[in-house]
């Protein structure tokens, strides 16, 4: 028996198994407490700072679009992609591995510490 308690309104739950006491609690808290789960929703966005995945700009990579677009990159972005790339640049196609090294470039002058 799985036993959990609301921590908005301190309601008890429990449940044969781990899934169907997460599927209570989960509609308990969209019926009960909507706008602090929304809350939250919006303050985890918020955390990230609205940094585009990292699939968006190895897409903008390979397309040729992150000259243009690199203002909607931020620093955190790069620097958790930078260690990855470097090691992947010599199995990705020419027109890629160029346009890595002018990022990487221009990032350096960019986000400069």
């Known amino acids: 028996m799985y036993l959990a308690t609301c921590s908005q309104c301190k309601t008890k739950f429990r449940a044969r198994t781990r899934t169907k006491l997460l599927e209570i609690m989960r509609m308990h808290l969209w019926k009960y407490h909507r706008a602090w789960m929304i809350k939250r929703i919006k303050a985890g966005r918020a955390k990230t700072g609205g940094n585009p995945p990292v699939v968006g700009l190895l897409r903008d990579l390979a397309t040729g679009?992150?000259?243009?677009?690199?203002?909607?990159?931020?620093?955190?972005?790069?620097?958790?992609?930078?260690?990855?790339?470097?090691?992947?640049?010599?199995?990705?196609?020419?027109?890629?591995?160029?346009?890595?090294?002018?990022?990487?470039?221009?990032?350096?002058?960019?986000?400069?510490?």
Do not use: C
Request: charged share 35%; no cysteine; net charge positive.
């Open 65 to 113: 679009d992150f000259i243009p677009g690199y203002k909607k990159y931020k620093r955190d972005t790069y620097e958790a992609l930078k260690p990855a790339l470097d090691i992947l640049v010599k199995h990705l196609p020419p027109p890629v591995q160029t346009s890595w090294k002018v990022v990487d470039k221009m990032a350096d002058l960019i986000f400069k510490k």
